[in-house]
């Protein structure tokens, strides 16, 4: 079993800067892909960016160029380093992890004001 908790959320203006953190704890040997989704009010879950245990990392095209996924295998802890925020972003971030069986935070909340 993993137990990830995410910290870092908060209220912010658009333009400004948020960095997320995951904590990661338990069976963690067994995970390659960690990740971040977000699921705004009314709208499905989606991805935000990935990256594998190699440092492989993908992104969603809406925050491309803006955040920057990264992780501390040593640490047990995974990061998104949010920059020039938009209100679009403002989400419900979840932290995600997989490998066999696939585990998710509780969600911190972003908010950005215009």
């Known amino acids: 079993q993993v137990q990830l908790v995410e910290s870092g959320g908060g209220l912010v203006q658009a333009g400004g800067s948020l960095r997320l953190s995951c904590a990661a704890s338990?069976?963690?040997?067994?995970?390659?892909?960690m990740g971040w989704y977000r699921q705004a009010l009314g709208k499905q879950r989606e991805l935000v960016a990935l990256?594998?245990?190699?440092?492989?990392?993908n992104y969603a095209d809406s925050v491309n160029g803006r955040f920057t996924i990264s992780r501390d295998n040593a640490k047990n802890m995974m990061y998104l380093q949010m920059n020039s925020l938009k209100p679009e972003d403002s989400a419900v971030y979840y932290c995600?992890?997989?490998?066999?069986?696939?585990?998710w935070g509780q969600g911190t909340q972003v908010t950005v004001s215009s």
């Open positions: 995600y992890a997989g490998g066999t069986k696939g585990f």
């Open positions: 338990g069976s963690i040997f067994s995970l390659n892909v």
């Open positions: 990256i594998s245990s190699s440092r492989n990392t």
